[in-house]
């Protein structure tokens, strides 16, 4: 399989919500960086902490439904992929997510070893990680 597969094998498997596969799609060391300023904002290292604390945290008991993933672009060249992806769905509150991302994979042995994310991350906190709500 090709970089380029090995990514959109990923990004298909997070839209089906295939936990195994989404697993199975990372490096045991692999790294995943997400901008700002967020409570998920930083160096994850490890796939448990990837999976288990960023992707499942970010989204845990946030959404009425799972969002909509949809992948919109991918360009690789050697071992490095970019894919755009949107992702959009309703939180619990009643909000609207959507926002438009961007990924720089880093993939080697059929196996994602690092991610760089790039997506609004004013957004993703306004709609994703609201202030508490006055008592």
Known sequence: MTPKETVVRYV????AGDLAA?????????????????????????RDAIVNDFLGGVTA?????????????????????????????????????????????????EKITAVREYCDTKHAEAVLFPPPEPR
Do not use: H, M
């Open 12 to 15: 298909q498997a997070v839209a």
């Open 22 to 46: 989404i697993v199975a799609s990372f490096a045991d060391d692999a790294t995943w960086t997400y901008p700002g300023d967020t409570p998920v904002s930083g160096t994850w290292k490890g």
């Open 61 to 109: 008991g946030a959404f009425a439904a799972p969002p909509e993933v949809v992948l919109t672009g991918v360009v690789a060249e050697g071992d490095q992929v970019v894919a755009e992806w949107t992702a959009q769905g309703v939180t619990v509150r009643g909000d609207r997510y959507d926002n438009r991302c961007i990924g720089v994979y880093t993939v080697r042995d």
